[in-house]
Nanobody, 118 residues
Framework: QLQLAESGGGLVQPGGSLRLSCAASGFTFHSSAMTWARQAPGKGLEWVSAIYTDGMKTYADSAKGRFTISRDNGLDMVYLEIHNLKPEDTGTYFC????????????RGQGTQVTVSS
């Protein structure tokens, strides 16, 4: 069955960097747009970034300049690099199938926790 497994989160000081990974299985990965979304404590899910089958990338305004999404179709992996982390980046990060306007109807992993604190 379809599975998405996120990893790479942790406790990071402000200004630090992380690379989140998402391992996909159970579907034709290279034919699927993929999304990263996040949920801050006490808030709803927020779309962060999407990468499409042609390699096109889109970002939420809050993610532009510090976030980079990428994918490896040979490994069925999608990544999210985050630089210059800020406390407001704290939350659970999820990968999901689908693009900017379809991800919330797709499948989502269990998430990986990112905490930005000194």
């Amino acid at each position: 069955q379809l599975q998405l497994a996120e990893s790479g989160g942790g406790l990071v000081q402000p200004g630090g960097s992380l690379r989140l990974s998402c391992a996909a299985s159970g579907f034709t990965f290279h034919s699927s747009a993929m999304t990263w979304a996040r949920q801050a404590p006490g808030k709803g899910l927020e779309w962060v970034s999407a990468i499409y089958t042609d390699g096109m990338k889109t970002y939420a305004d809050s993610a532009k300049g510090r976030f980079t999404i990428s994918r490896d179709n040979g490994l069925d992996m999608v990544y999210l690099e985050i630089h210059n982390l800020k406390p407001e980046d704290t939350g659970t990060y999820f990968c999901a199938t689908g693009g900017r306007y379809t991800w919330d109807d797709g499948y989502r992993g269990q998430g990986t926790q990112v905490t930005v604190s000194s």
